[in-house]
């Protein structure tokens, strides 16, 4: 709470404009590009960090695919991390999230924004039609972002398991998989504090169809945390 009160108190002129437009922009979509949509996230995600005293050390730009149509999996470690995420990555991308945070306001329009999918984790139907309706917009060239965990780990920098239905909506998109470790991304907003952070986020090598085409999904699932978890222990 203290840091989101210092996010807002830096920022007390902006924040007024800013929360309109974002606003107007999650209920009008249609009216912006995605390339619009994104740019306005981060120069808004740009201004609360500074203001929060937020450092984005980011690692491994070069390798994100030049072309769209992949997919992100990080681990996860609390509600700040799509917006770390968003800083560092000027690829404009999407989210598989769960239907709770559309309940949490800016996480809420931040989601309607990018047109997230909100997933209803107790709907087998509901999850399976949003795997296929991500599967073909990756193919048509969006990128999106999923959390393999599906939930945050109570762990910080110690991920949890992840699930290989994670990556079904990829394998059937038949796209390049890019893991990505964050680090200390838990602190911003689940640690009471509004001191000084750094939040580190690398982007791994992708992972190409070839290289996992005739692997199970909770293989793929074991090799991405395995990469994650790598970087992590180097880091920290």
């Given amino acids: 709470m203290k840091r989101i009160l210092l996010m807002v108190f830096r920022n007390i002129i902006l924040v007024p404009f800013m929360w309109c437009k974002l606003c107007y922009y999650a209920s009008h979509t249609e009216k912006y590009t995605e390339g619009q949509r994104y740019n306005l996230l981060r120069y808004i995600t ?3 960090n500074k203001g929060g005293r937020v450092h984005i050390d980011v690692h491994g730009q070069e390798n994100l695919p030049t072309q769209s149509g992949f997919m ?3 681990n996860h470690q609390g509600l700040y991390d799509v917006l770390a995420i968003i800083e560092a990555c000027p690829i404009p991308f999407s ?3 769960k239907k709770e945070v559309g309940n949490i306001q800016f996480l809420k329009q931040v989601f309607a924004c990018m047109k997230a999918y909100l997933m209803d984790r107790e ?3 509901q999850s399976m039609q949003i795997i296929m309706d991500v599967s073909k917009e990756v193919s048509n060239g969006r990128n999106y972002l999923i959390f393999a965990e599906g939930t945050r780990s109570k762990n910080g920098n110690h991920p949890g398991e992840f699930k290989g239905g994670s990556f079904k909506a990829a394998t059937k998109a038949k796209c ?3 893991p990505v470790a964050l680090i200390d991304s838990f602190k911003p907003f689940d640690m009471n504090s509004a001191a000084k952070v750094t ?3 690398h982007f791994l090598e992708p992972i ?3 290289e996992y085409k005739d692997m199970k999904t909770h293989e793929i699932a074991e090799e991405v945390k ?3 978890e790598e970087v992590i222990q180097k880091n920290i």
């Fill in 46 to 48: 740009k201004k609360a």
């Fill in 176 to 178: 390049p998989i890019i």
């Fill in 123 to 125: 709907d087998i139907r």
């Fill in 226 to 228: 395995h990469r994650i």
């Fill in 199 to 201: 939040v580190q986020v």
């Fill in 95 to 97: 989210v598989v999230a």
């Fill in 72 to 74: 992100f999996f990080p």
């Fill in 208 to 210: 190409t169809y070839d």
